[in-house]
């Protein structure tokens, strides 16, 4: 069976502004400004998807990266802030930082990548960026983990393009299950790793 570690890159045949987050089984991708888990081959597996794209996030998700990972290496990392004069501050070194998604979304299409936006959280900014985006890329973490930040709820629009594995779960190192899901809104085609 393979591991996501060795599975190809998604291959997509338009730009696209995609959403991409780990969740617990009942939808929960936060707590207390972290993750109730700790998952190592799902942050590989995010490092790859994003690398050498522009990442649009809120503040609350960057202060949530320690300072060593910030700005995420290799990508545009766009902050979503209304709190006004902190794009000046020394904890906004190496973030584009603006006042509203709309403004994120054309920063990050014209960044390096920028056929490939990801959005990565946190709730607020998924909520938000609904409308506009048209991939969804989830890991499914299978375990009830308590916490304060809900995944945004795919409505009958998005349409399932996948899961690896198709059944059944991944093992992590540390012995937790999990499974990589892929969704896409209208005719968004893409060829996604099984």
Known sequence: MSTPESLPAYTFSQPIVGMIWAQTNTGVIGADGGMPWHLPEDMAHFKRVTTGHPVVMGRKTWDSFPDKFRPLPNRTNIVVTRQEGWGSTPEARGAVVLDSLDQALVEAQFSPGGNEVWVIGGGQIFEQ?????????????????????????LGPEWM???????????????GTEYRITMWAKGDTEFEAPE
């Open 129 to 153: 960026a609904m409308d506009d985006c048209n991939v969804a890329v989830v890991t499914v973490i299978n375990t009830d983990a308590a916490g304060d930040t809900q995944a945004p709820a």
């Open 160 to 174: 399932f393009r996948g899961a690896s594995p198709l059944e059944g779960w991944h093992t992590s190192k540390n």
